[in-house]
């Protein structure tokens, strides 16, 4: 498997009282649809996903399953957990709601201490369906797990069945640099770091899992095409808004921040779970100001 272009890591919804809302994720679709998304990432950071218990995050594939099917869009679940029963639990549940692919993070409490250990964790997490293509989520500012990826590219193509790469969302760049070309290019490395897209696409990445493609997919459309026709200072420009946008962001708590926009935009996710700190009223009014003031709604959302 070789994924290329945009992937949404979307939010997932939640009622006021910070259920699951699996009957939003029909909305979600065909919202991205509409914006050019052909690809989600469910459950990963931006899903909150260690803060949803297995059950929940099995419904979300099966919610999930249809509403991809139903756009046209490739579906890859997140089965990362810190316990591996769980895991494989999520593993099946995944291959059952038909996901294209798996991906996982590391353990983040008793974390592996090298590529090693780190294969061998995902040699028993993808057990229950060896076939299925896997993807290692590599965001050591997260997980706390700082391994030699490239490294690890060496032992997974040779000892995990599905193995098809990595979302690499590692602020290393050299380390980048050599997975992207590690054994000729083998590995589907897509690039998760949206404020530098452009350096992911400048490295070699064929593809980008994004959490604020969930609405400003038309934004990074356009990097994506200014670079392909080698308009670098147009590209340079999109980008340098992103970056604006993504700093505003960080200043409000990025993940509850980029799930409010959310609503901004037309659909509703709902609040974040705790410990993350829902976004008062005023704030998300404050916010929108800001937005409109940057013209956000005028170049990220069309």
Not at 20 to 36: D, I, R
Not at 62 to 87: I, K
Not at 161 to 188: I, M, T
Not at 244 to 261: D, E, G, L
Request: charged share 20%.
């Amino acid at each position: 498997m070789k994924l290329e272009g945009l992937i949404a890591a979307v939010h997932t919804p939640m009622h006021d009282n910070c259920s699951v809302n699996c009957g939003q994720v029909p909305a979600q679709a065909g919202h991205l649809a509409k914006l050019g998304v052909r690809g989600v990432f469910v459950g990963g950071t931006t899903g909150e996903c260690l803060s949803l218990t297995t059950d929940e995050r099995a419904n979300l594939f099966e919610a999930w399953g249809g509403a991809a099917r139903d756009n046209g869009q490739t579906f890859v679940a997140h089965v990362g957990h810190n316990s591996l029963p769980d895991a494989q639990a999520l593993v099946c549940a995944a291959h059952d709601s038909g996901a294209d692919a798996i991906a996982a993070m590391p353990p983040t409490f008793f974390k592996p201490a090298d590529a090693g250990a780190l294969c061998d964790w995902f040699v028993e997490l993808t057990r229950p369906a060896p076939g299925m293509p896997f993807y290692f989520y590599d965001i050591p500012p997260m997980s706390g797990v700082t391994v030699d990826t490239r490294a690890f590219l060496d032992l997974a193509g040779e000892r995990l069945p599905g193995f098809a790469g990595v979302k690499y969302s590692n602020p290393n760049d050299e380390l980048l640099q050599a997975c992207v070309s590690h054994n000729g290019g083998a590995a589907n490395i897509l690039y998760g770091i949206d404020e530098r897209y452009l350096h992911g696409l400048s490295t070699g990445c064929p593809g980008a899992v994004g959490s604020t493609f969930n609405f400003a997919a038309p934004l990074y459309r356009r990097i994506q095409g200014a670079f392909e026709r080698g308009e670098r200072e147009a590209a340079e420009s999109d980008q340098a808004r992103s970056v604006q946008m993504i700093r505003r962001f960080k200043q409000h708590n990025y993940v509850p921040t980029a799930k409010a926009v959310m609503a901004l935009v037309g659909v509703d996710c709902g609040p974040v779970r705790p410990p993350l700190p829902r976004l008062s009223p005023a704030r998300i009014d404050t916010l929108r100001r800001d937005l409109d003031a940057m013209g956000f709604f005028d170049w990220a959302v069309q």
